[in-house]
């Protein structure tokens, strides 16, 4: 008995739920066809009407004819993405998951290259992982943005540092999507001596063809950890480095919004910091559209923090509290403590940049931060009344760190609240102002690097 995709939730008052579907329920097909995935099923359903088959939980069958009118059914299925995942065929000589030590929970070593993700997800994935029929689908669907992840449009180079005969090869497909007007956005994983310089410069010459609809590309340093043995080797991106990269890529901004009105190429924050320069002004950044790649995050945050403030009025409130954070962001959240201090004079907050001893120093960003560093390097600091922590710390929708040490623990170890904050300026500054339970409700913002 062929097995369908079961159903998980039914939302109340939906289609579904009126026609007495219910969790356990397993969808069989849509107008004869059984779906391959999410993209596969909601294609289908949206017709005036469908013909659907269900089987019950008893093994019955319900063969249904549905008058939904281009609406959705209201079902919600176990498996999100109602097909497995695509694990990633590559062997890039700067894989991050490479670099991770043995021992971590299971999922910290998956490698997705799943295209679907770069729809749901906004995950960047390479290409080589997908046949004509995938692309065919994308157009057909009329699915965007895709995100790629290219590195490099030398077809040689691309094999090289991607470990994969097919890579350069893979590249077409972005003729195609090109041709069929699908938008893109894509991202280079600089690696010195490899990518970078003239090898660089081709890559964003060849890319810039592509506009308008390839949208954005991200340029971000390799990240390096002390977990390399046996690995391709790799250097590190010094300053010089960083600020031959940002003269390279400033120079291209500066040409393509002349000739397509788009700065289009974006070095990341980090290679601003590393480099001793001061960001870009927010309207190099054309609305902020490679923030996932820590492109623009540090100016964005403080536009907010400045806007934040601009709107409350200052009071004689007093409490004590910290805050933590990577070596990356240190400088800038100090700067936007002190504008808090100036409206808010008797909040006195501590400000502890962690080092990252797990991975190694050479990793900066706030995200990569286990809780045993942060618990080591906290201890017996002041701490006040809480301690805040950046939600890029912990993984997605739970209170867990990288390595399995969970909020409790740290605030156990710590003998402080530990509060989470969702990184936009607004919710920093409620955040340090006010207790969780007293302040404003706080939203989903993007992750702090």
Same mark, same amino acid.
């Given at each position: 008995?062929?097995?369908?995709?079961?159903?998980?939730?039914?939302?109340?008052?939906?289609?579904?739920?009126?026609?007495?579907?219910?969790?356990?329920?397993?969808?069989?097909?849509?107008?004869?066809?059984?779906?391959?995935?999410?993209?596969?099923?909601?294609?289908?359903?949206?017709?005036?009407?469908?013909?659907?088959?269900?089987?019950?939980?008893?093994?019955?069958?319900?063969?249904?004819?549905?008058?939904?009118?281009?609406?959705?059914?209201?079902?919600?299925?176990?498996?999100?993405?109602?097909?497995?995942?695509?694990?990633?065929?590559?062997?890039?000589?700067?894989?991050?998951?490479?670099?991770?030590?043995?021992?971590?929970?299971?999922?910290?070593?998956?490698?997705?290259?799943?295209?679907?993700?770069?729809?749901?997800?906004?995950?960047?994935?390479?290409?080589?992982?997908?046949?004509?029929?995938?692309?065919?689908?994308?157009?057909?669907?009329?699915?965007?943005?895709?995100?790629?992840?290219?590195?490099?449009?030398?077809?040689?180079?691309?094999?090289?540092?991607?470990?994969?005969?097919?890579?350069?090869?893979?590249?077409?497909?972005?003729?195609?999507?090109?041709?069929?007007?699908?938008?893109?956005?894509?991202?280079?994983?600089?690696?010195?001596?490899?990518?970078?310089?003239?090898?660089?410069?081709?890559?964003?010459?060849?890319?810039?063809?592509?506009?308008?609809?390839?949208?954005?590309?991200?340029?971000? !340093? %390799?990240?390096?950890?002390? $977990?390399? #043995?046996?690995?391709?080797?790799?250097?590190? =991106? *010094?300053?010089? &480095?960083?600020? /031959?990269?940002?003269?390279?890529?400033?120079?291209?901004?500066?040409?393509?919004?002349?000739?397509?009105?788009?700065?289009?190429?974006?070095?990341?924050?980090?290679?601003?910091?590393?480099?001793?320069?001061?960001?870009?002004?927010?309207?190099?950044?054309?609305?902020?559209?490679?923030?996932?790649?820590?492109?623009?995050?540090?100016?964005?945050?403080?536009?907010?923090?400045?806007?934040?403030?601009?709107?409350?009025?200052?009071?004689?409130?007093?409490?004590?509290?910290?805050?933590?954070?990577?070596?990356?962001?240190?400088?800038?959240?100090?700067?936007?403590?002190?504008?808090?201090?100036?409206?808010?004079?008797?909040?006195?907050?501590?400000?502890? !940049? %962690?080092?990252?001893?797990? $991975?190694? #120093?050479?990793?900066?960003?706030?995200?990569? =931060? *286990?809780?045993? &560093?942060?618990? /080591?390097?906290?201890?017996?600091?002041?701490?006040?009344?809480?301690?805040?922590?950046?939600?890029?710390?912990?993984?997605?929708?739970?209170?867990?760190?990288?390595?399995?040490?969970?909020?409790?623990?740290?605030?156990?170890?710590?003998?402080?609240?530990?509060?989470?904050?969702?990184?936009?300026?607004?919710?920093?500054?409620?955040?340090?102002?006010?207790?969780?339970?007293?302040?404003?409700?706080?939203?989903?913002?993007?992750?702090?690097?």
């Amino acid at each position: 008995m062929k097995k369908g995709h079961v159903i998980k939730s039914v939302d109340p008052g939906s289609i579904g739920d009126e026609l007495g579907l219910e969790p356990g329920d397993q969808l069989l097909a849509i107008d004869g066809r059984r779906p391959e995935d999410i993209f596969d099923y909601e294609y289908y359903i949206q017709n005036e009407s469908v013909e659907v088959l269900i089987r019950k939980a008893d093994g019955e069958e319900w063969e249904l004819d549905i008058e939904n009118d281009y609406e959705d059914l209201g079902l919600t299925f176990e498996n999100g993405l109602m097909s497995e995942y695509r694990s990633c065929r590559n062997r890039c000589i700067f894989c991050f998951i490479d670099q991770m030590p043995k021992g971590m929970r299971d999922t910290l070593y998956f490698k997705d290259d799943d295209s679907r993700l770069s729809f749901l997800q906004g995950n960047y994935i390479t290409l080589t992982n997908m046949s004509q029929k995938d692309i065919d689908r994308i157009i057909r669907f009329k699915l965007a943005p895709i995100n790629i992840s290219v590195h490099t449009t030398n077809p040689g180079l691309r094999c090289k540092m991607l470990n994969n005969r097919f890579a350069g090869e893979a590249l077409k497909n972005m003729d195609r999507l090109f041709e069929a007007g699908t938008p893109m956005n894509g991202q280079i994983v600089m690696c010195k001596n490899i990518n970078d310089k003239a090898e660089l410069e081709r890559t964003i010459r060849d890319l810039s063809r592509y506009i308008p609809c390839m949208e954005s590309v991200s340029v971000v !340093p %390799v990240g390096l950890s002390r $977990f390399r #043995e046996g690995l391709y080797p790799l250097e590190p =991106i *010094t300053r010089e &480095d960083a600020r /031959e990269t940002i003269d390279i890529v400033e120079r291209w901004q500066e040409k393509l919004y002349k000739s397509h009105g788009t700065h289009f190429i974006h070095a990341s924050d980090e290679f601003y910091i590393l480099a001793g320069r001061p960001l870009p002004e927010t309207e190099r950044y054309d609305g902020f559209v490679q923030l996932e790649n820590g492109v623009g995050m540090i100016r964005l945050m403080t536009d907010e923090v400045e806007e934040a403030l601009a709107r409350l009025e200052g009071d004689q409130e007093e409490e004590e509290l910290s805050v933590a954070t990577g070596l990356l962001a240190y400088d800038y959240l100090n700067g936007f403590l002190e504008k808090i201090r100036e409206k808010f004079p008797r909040r006195r907050v501590y400000l502890y !940049p %962690v080092v990252n001893r797990f $991975f190694g #120093e050479q990793i900066t960003v706030a995200g990569l =931060i *286990t809780g045993r &560093d942060l618990i /080591e390097q906290l201890r017996g600091k002041p701490l006040g009344s809480r301690l805040l922590l950046p939600s890029c710390m912990f993984r997605s929708g739970e209170e867990v760190f990288l390595d399995d040490v969970t909020r409790q623990e740290v605030k156990t170890a710590l003998q402080v609240p530990v509060n989470i904050v969702k990184s936009s300026g607004q919710d920093f500054v409620n955040a340090v102002l006010y207790p969780p339970e007293e302040g404003p409700v706080f939203y989903e913002g993007y992750e702090l690097p």
